[in-house]
Every structure is written in C-alpha cells, then in structure tokens.
C-alpha cells in the first residue's frame, strides 16, 4: 500500500504533473463578490434575476447576509420572509396557500440554521422572538422537509 501511494505521490511531483491536473495552466477565477444588501434584499424576497433558480447566488447571499444586514433585526426579517414566502404569493405572502418559493431543502435548512444562530445573538427582543416565532412554524409544519425541520 505504501508503495502505491508513494507511486501516486512520485507521479505528482513530477514537473508540472500535479498543475495540469488541477487546471493551473488556466488563469484563475476571482470568487464571485459579496452580494450587497439591496442584492441579499432582491434575492430572498424572489426578486432575483432567475427566481429561486440560481442556489449559488442564494447560498451567496445567506453566507453574506451577516455582514452585509445594517442589524440583526433586518437579517433576521429578511430570513423570516424567506422562510414564510409562498409560490404563487406577492412578497411577504405568508400563510398563502402553495408550496415554499424555495424548494430546495437544504437551502431552506441552512436559512432556519442561520436565522437560529442570528436570533440567539440579537439583542432585539422583538427580533428575537420573531426568529423563534418563524423557526417554531417551520418545525410544526408537517409538509416541511424532515431536514429542514
């Protein structure tokens, strides 16, 4: 075993075997930029570009939503309006009838992860309670994903 990995590892090494592998000769990409606040806004009210469509974008927006939000209790409402916010309904169209406007699961899990960690931080009490408000709905609601829940 040790052979073979010391094989791999030779094969690596040499000059510029291991830079051709990874793409190196290519220039590389710069990360796509922090979204704004008026982008983070757009995005997790359905307003962006391509809709719900575009998860890089989305998981780009929550990751920046911490450091981008001017208080926890904008964050905090931005992640409850995406959490409450239905196909079919106009901007902040909770409780309507239809299926969440974010459908993937694991996007809606990481937006209640998120809206939990800012809602435990805040120092707005009324924030706070509306982040609970929003996680406890989320759990009760059986046509919610296990995961999410």
């Known amino acids: 075993l040790e052979l073979l990995a010391g094989s791999s590892i030779q094969g690596l090494r040499a000059p ?3 830079a051709a592998m990874c793409g190196a000769d ?21 307003l962006g570009p391509s809709g719900s469509d575009d998860i890089c974008a989305l998981y780009r ?7 981008s939000a001017p208080s926890q209790a904008a964050a905090i409402g931005m992640l409850v309006q995406a959490l409450r916010l239905r196909q079919g309904a106009d901007v902040g169209g909770a409780g309507r009838p239809g299926h969440a406007f974010f459908r993937s699961v694991l996007f809606r899990h990481e937006c209640c992860y998120l809206l939990g960690q800012i809602g435990a931080d ?13 996680l406890y709905e ?12």
């Open 61 to 67: 927006a929550i990751f920046s939503l911490r450091q």
């Open 16 to 18: 510029g075997r291991a």
């Open 122 to 134: 805040c120092d707005d009490l009324v924030a706070r309670e509306e982040a609970y408000a929003c």
């Open 26 to 46: 290519d220039p590389p990409e710069l990360p796509p930029k922090a979204p704004a606040w008026d982008e983070i806004k757009a995005l997790l009210a359905g």
């Open 138 to 149: 989320v759990l009760c609601d059986d046509a919610e994903d296990e995961v999410t829940r």
